[in-house]
Each structure stands twice: as structure tokens, then as C-alpha cells.
């Protein structure tokens, strides 16, 4: 965190974006175990429903008007679609729906798990898409791309208000063609935080060093910025 260079400021300048990026990492790490600690339940999906000639994006198939684990309801090409228990997708890695539905060109799923919190909480997740998104929280709309594109980590970032008690995530999956996946975690980049040493403690490392390396008439000016 702490970095010398040449003169006092430049030190200063360099150490404070270095601190600042730790404070980041900091908060991300404190989210994500605010997280570990929910009740994050699995994820669930249902499909395949019908979006030829895309016209399914805008259509509110029945998972966005309610969310019956236990219910079926016409799919696509005389299926049936209903509700299935998805135990292999892991928050952090890119998940291909290819494998589980017989139907996929021009076709849309459902992805839905519940989370408890225990305290209310805003929290920062990231979200990716082959192709088109749209996610909802406890019912409210917070991210819509009618996009064609490839499957990718970080696509989409929304902050999240979970209220204390049960959360519904809701998230539509809009295929064209080719590839057909989704994206979710609480961390930029996917995997497991790792956690990081307090901010504040290494805050007041760098104006200890600064006045070890700076001694004399300059420490003054340093305890003033430290005071702004």
C-alpha cells in the first residue's frame, strides 16, 4: 500500500490511490460476507419459452407474474415448461443452459433463487447474459439489454437492496441463437474474495511511514492533509 517515491508528495499521491484501491477491496470483501452469511438458496430455472423473431423479450411470460416452484405452464413448441432445481451453477462462473433444454434457438429461461438476509443490506452484483437480460428483485425491474451477444463475467452491474427477511432474484434469459448462458456474483471477475487487511490500520501505517521518511519541516503539511 505504501509506496516512496522521490518526494513527499509524490509518496503521498501514490500511497492515497493505493489506500483507496484497498478500501475497494475492503468494502467488496465485507459484501461478500454479508452474502456467505444469507441463505442464498439454489438457483432454479424454466423454460423454454418462445421468442421467435425476438418478440419474446418484451412478452411477461408467467415466471414474471408469479414464482410457483410446483407449477407448469406451456412452452414453446408444445412443451411443457416447469421448474427445475439447478444445483451444478456456481455464483461465479459462466453457466451454459444448452444442456438442459431440449429447446434453445429463439428461446427464453427463467432463473430464480431465494435469498434470506438476515440485516437489509445494498450490495453490488454483476451479471452476464447470452444474449438478453432482464433481472428483477422482490418484484422491481433493475436491469433490461435486448442485446445479441456472447456470454461474459461483469456484462451488467446492479446494486441490489435486499430487505431483511426473504428475497426473490429473478432473472430472463433471452436466446436468439448459438449460445445460450448466464453470468451472476457478488464480485467483479467471479471466484472467492479473498479477505484483505483493515483500511484503517494501513491508513495510519502511511502517515507513519511518511513521517519516518520525511522527517523535518514537511510532517506538518502532511498531518494537515491527513486532517482534510
Not at 438442459?100 to 432463473?111: D, G, N, P, R, V
Request: aromatic content about 12%; glycine content about 8%.
Amino acid at each position: 500500500m505504501y509506496e516512496k517515491h522521490a518526494t513527499w508528495q509524490d509518496t503521498l499521491s501514490k500511497s492515497l490511490l493505493n489506500l483507496c484501491a484497498l478500501e475497494d477491496r475492503e468494502r467488496a470483501a465485507a459484501a461478500a460476507r454479508w452474502w456467505t452469511a444469507c441463505a442464498s438458496g439454489p438457483w432454479y430455472a424454466c423454460a423454454s419459452f418462445d421468442n421467435t423473431d425476438g418478440k419474446g423479450f418484451a412478452e411477461a411470460y408467467p415466471p414474471e407474474k408469479e414464482i410457483a416452484l410446483d407449477k407448469t405452464y406451456p412452452g414453446m413448441k408444445n412443451t411443457q415448461a416447469g421448474w427445475r432445481r439447478m444445483d451444478a451453477f456456481v455464483d461465479g462462473e459462466m453457466q451454459n443452459l444448452l444442456p438442459h433444454f431440449k429447446q434453445t434457438e429463439w428461446a427464453i429461461a427463467y432463473l430464480y433463487r431465494k435469498v434470506t438476509a438476515q440485516k437489509a443490506t445494498q450490495l453490488t452484483c454483476y451479471f452476464g447474459s447470452d444474449d438478453g437480460l432482464v433481472m428483477w428483485l422482490n418484484g422491481e425491474k433493475l436491469l433490461s439489454s435486448d442485446v445479441p451477444r456472447g456470454l461474459s463475467p461483469d456484462q451488467e452491474k446492479a446494486t441490489l437492496s435486499f430487505k431483511a427477511g426473504d428475497n426473490d432474484l429473478l432473472l430472463k434469459i433471452v436466446n436468439r441463437t448459438g449460445g445460450w448462458g448466464f453470468y451472476f456474483s457478488t464480485k467483479p471477475g467471479g471466484g472467492r474474495p479473498e479477505e484483505k487487511p483493515d483500511a484503517r490500520a494501513a491508513g495510519g501505517d502511511l502517515w507513519s511511514r511518511l513521517r519516518q521518511d520525511f522527517p523535518g519541516d514537511e510532517r506538518p503539511v502532511a498531518d494537515d492533509l491527513r486532517d482534510q
